[in-house]
């Protein structure tokens, strides 16, 4: 089979549907990590050092364009999924059979994706937009000691940390959005690793068991940051 019949073929499509999103986990994995900072460290020395180190590091400038480019990539493959599959299903097609066979969130993976792409966007007007291209005045540099050196950085946990002390609404979009990502996980994980051809019995359930243990640590970890600030502060 050639590139081009693989990619237009539907287990072409779920490959590389499959691929984009474990690497989309991989960064999930690591900002998550990053954001926990925030409640390690009242005084935001921790959380803007690694805010810091991601918006200097080479690395990771080329990195985002590649990010957003997986994340575009996932966004269009699974829309494109998504209506060739409604067309390919009969007239008459058996919902109640469907639910049989199938869990609702495998059922409802795109409404999950598109709830999730609007706490995406919000998320970033939020703060990669002021962070990146309009500034704020809660950016103001503060001077943080790495390793013995005075390092001046902008204070970018006083502008994540004031927008979940101040807005109730926000926090319970960003718990919101929390769960709603777990949810897309536990499904979206093992099944990518099923489409790459690891589906036998074995490791099926294997990944099953991670795919729902990761998708609750995204879950709650991505919940608790605003809870955090809602309940102490």
């Given amino acids: 089979m050639s590139k081009g019949s693989f990619l237009s073929a539907s287990i072409g499509r779920k490959f590389f549907m499959s691929i984009t999103g474990l690497f989309l986990v991989m960064f999930i994995i690591v900002h998550l990590s990053l954001n926990l900072l925030l409640i390690f460290d009242d005084k935001g020395e921790l959380f803007n050092m690694a805010a810091h180190f991601m918006a200097t590091n080479p690395l990771i400038k080329i990195m985002e364009p590649v990010l957003a480019l997986g994340f575009v990539i996932h966004i269009v493959w699974s829309i494109v999924i998504t209506i060739q599959n409604m067309r390919a299903r009969p007239v008459g097609y058996n919902k109640t059979n469907q639910s049989v066979n199938s869990t609702w969130v495998s059922r409802n993976m795109f409404i ?122």
Avoid: C
């Avoid at 919000?122 to 500034?135: A, D, E, N, R, V």
């Avoid at 013995?148 to 718990?175: C, D, Q, R």
């Fill in 112 to 233: 999950l994706g598109g709830l999730i792409l609007v706490f995406l966007g919000l998320h970033i007007y939020s703060f990669w937009w002021k962070m990146k291209i309009t500034g704020d005045p809660l950016l103001s540099h503060v001077t943080v000691m790495q390793a013995g050196v005075p390092v001046e950085m902008e204070n970018a946990y006083k502008l994540v940390s004031t927008l979940f002390k101040e807005s109730l609404f926000y926090s319970l979009i960003h718990i919101a959005g929390g769960i709603l990502l777990g949810l897309h996980i536990t499904h979206g994980f093992w099944s990518a690793f099923q489409t790459i051809g690891l589906n036998n019995q074995i490791w099926r359930k294997r990944f099953f068991v991670v795919a729902q243990i990761i998708g609750l640590v995204f879950a709650i970890g991505f919940s608790v940051i605003p809870l955090y600030f809602m309940i102490k502060f």
